[in-house]
């Protein structure tokens, strides 16, 4: 019986031992932080934002496929995902301007990053007439808001993101940090691909159905007419459309190209009547099935092929 007690001592000891050594650790070892809820309204931008995320979480991306940021409305999962996010990632009203509202409503506990409004970046007016007297010329809104598609643009959009997720979750600067060096090596080797790709193509004059590569455009010197339409949401007037032919006449307009996110039969009976070539392109990543952090480089790959094809 003695011994029977001496064994029951042992163990209940033994227990105690064992509660302390789990509340111990409980309270002095370092904890699992929550990663931060971080919210991308579009693809190219939710790609770089993964990028930077990489080992810490995802973010969460609003715009999805082939929706139009100018008509994008929002479910009620994505209006959620607005209401607790520490910070939301955005290009601003010039481009998501169904957002502009959600986002003053919803999202206003969280930190905006309004890339539209960073320093330094490569910036240019719209080249629509319409655009450029809505706006004052020194209203930052008067800017063409496809900032993505210049890499010099994107190395500063990544900084800014670095520099957000390392003040709200400092826990993981240090990850942030390292991604982002990795990000801007990265980015540094696809523009000199490009650059490399397009040089043949610089003097091919094409046209675009909507006005929104001329940040592409200016960093790989190519030669870009303007746009079909002023307004992809708008019809083409019959006076647009004259004046489109005689200026593809002209300038010796080698292709014309459509986009993804607005399909519509014109450009492919106009580049039929007038024996051009004819080429879609993808802005968004729009049919893009990649990890989240690769996409914008697939995005940018595609597009650059895109345009070496149709121009040869």
């Known amino acids: 019986m003695q011994n029977f007690y001496s064994f029951l001592k042992a163990c209940t000891f033994k227990y105690y031992v064992r509660l302390f050594v789990l509340l111990a650790s409980d309270i002095f070892m370092p904890q699992a932080f929550a990663e931060p809820k971080v919210v991308v309204s ?54 998501e301007s169904a957002l ?8 206003i506990n969280a930190k905006q990053l309004r890339l539209m409004d ?13 655009k450029c007297t809505e ?16 890499i010099f643009n994107a190395k500063i959009i990544v900084t800014a993101i670095v520099d957000e997720l390392s003040k709200v979750d400092p826990q993981n600067a240090a990850t942030y940090n390292a991604n982002h060096q990795a990000l801007l090596k990265k980015l540094d080797q696809l523009n000199e691909e490009i650059k ?7 003097q091919e004059a094409f046209m675009v159905f909507h006005d929104g590569y001329q940040y592409f455009e200016k960093a790989y010197n190519l030669k870009g007419l303007g746009a079909i339409t002023r307004d992809p949401e708008l019809q083409v007037s019959a006076k647009r459309l004259r004046d489109t032919q005689t200026l593809i006449q002209q300038k010796g307009v080698k292709c014309l190209f459509a986009e993804v996110q607005f399909q519509t039969p014109l450009v492919d009976l106009l580049a039929k009547t007038m024996n ?13 099935k990649e990890a989240p952090e690769n996409l914008y480089f697939t995005l940018m790959k595609r597009l650059t092929s895109d345009f070496a094809e149709s121009l040869k």
């Open 135 to 150: 706006h004052d010329s020194h209203n930052i809104d008067s800017y063409d808001p496809h900032i993505w598609m210049d």
């Open 196 to 202: 490399l790709c397009l040089k043949p193509f610089q």
């Open 42 to 95: 579009i693809q190219p931008i939710y790609s770089l934002t993964a990028g930077v995320m990489k080992g810490v979480g995802v973010p969460t991306l609003l715009i999805k496929g082939a929706q139009s940021p100018h008509t994008f409305a929002l479910r009620p999962s994505e209006a959620k995902s607005l209401s607790t996010a520490d910070i939301i990632v955005w290009i601003g009203p010039a481009l």
């Open 100 to 107: 502009e509202k959600p986002i003053m409503k919803r999202g």
């Open 118 to 130: 960073l320093q330094n970046l490569n910036l240019y007016p719209f080249r629509s007439e319409h």
């Open 276 to 288: 051009l070539k004819h080429g879609i392109l993808d802005p968004y990543g729009a049919n893009i």
